[in-house]
């Protein structure tokens, strides 16, 4: 089966960086995805890593590691508005090229503090 | 045009009522997806339509219907839901499914059945 895991939780205060780790264990692999969801709303496509090394958009990076089935999101200078949960996802490779069939992790609660 | 919407926002429904959600795109994505997702939990995924044909259902049970009436349009129609079927439910795009984990979220149906 495919499984990914993540911290249930993390806390930091503004201007700090926070990365939230993901693993995953999947029959085939085709890259890792974060989304940000924030309470109440939909969630929203953040980064997608395909290849190994560090994905940059802004304030957010993503990094993958395809030898130790690892990933991290990492935010810089954070802001109040990053509160949110977030969630590493990848694609069933049991589907092939059935559907976008995306696993999820369980989700990691940022809390940013002022 | 980067934007999935969904009617209505918000919807109370008894157990004996037929109500219909819909969901629209207009990015020329090929694939759509209905998630149902519970508080602090992921999204789990429900039906994939690809290129307006049903291509994956998660043994979802059958008072859930979905529909693709055409390329932007996804309907789901519900009928003699259950209490633990009030949950948050959300429709997605993406490119040719298989191809992609680049998922569009609209904002959501948030669902109380009683």
């Known amino acids: 089966g495919q499984s990914l895991e993540q911290p249930s939780e993390v806390t930091a205060v503004e201007g700090a960086i926070v990365q939230i780790n993901c693993t995953y264990q999947?029959?085939?692999?085709?890259?890792l995805s974060w989304y940000q969801q924030h309470d109440g709303g939909a969630p929203t496509f953040l980064s997608y890593n395909g290849l190994d090394g560090l994905e940059e958009t802004g304030r957010f990076s993503s990094f993958l590691s395809r030898s130790d089935s690892y990933g991290y999101l990492l935010l810089q200078e954070l802001q109040m508005k990053d509160s949110a949960s977030y969630f590493c996802?990848?694609?069933?490779?049991?589907?092939?090229?059935?559907?976008?069939?995306?696993?999820f992790g369980q989700g990691t609660e940022l809390s940013v503090k002022p | 045009d980067t934007e999935v919407t969904q009617t209505p926002k918000h919807l109370v429904m008894g157990m004996t009522n037929k109500k219909s959600l819909k969901c629209e795109q207009h990015m020329g994505h090929r694939a759509m997806y209905w998630y149902k997702q519970k508080a602090k939990k992921p999204p789990e995924l429900m039906f994939v339509?690809?290129?307006?044909?049903?291509?994956i259902n998660e043994s979802v049970p059958s008072r859930f219907s979905p529909e693709c009436p055409n390329s932007s349009l996804l309907n789901l129609h519900l009928h003699a839901l259950q209490p633990e079927d009030s949950a948050l439910y959300l429709c997605a795009s993406s490119w040719r499914g298989g191809t992609s984990q680049t998922q569009y979220f609209g904002p959501g149906t948030r669902l109380l059945v009683l």
């Open positions: 996802a990848v694609r069933d490779p049991s589907e092939g090229n059935q559907g976008g069939k995306l696993i």
């Open positions: 999947t029959s085939g692999f085709y890259g």
């Open positions: 339509y690809s290129y307006e044909k049903l291509s």
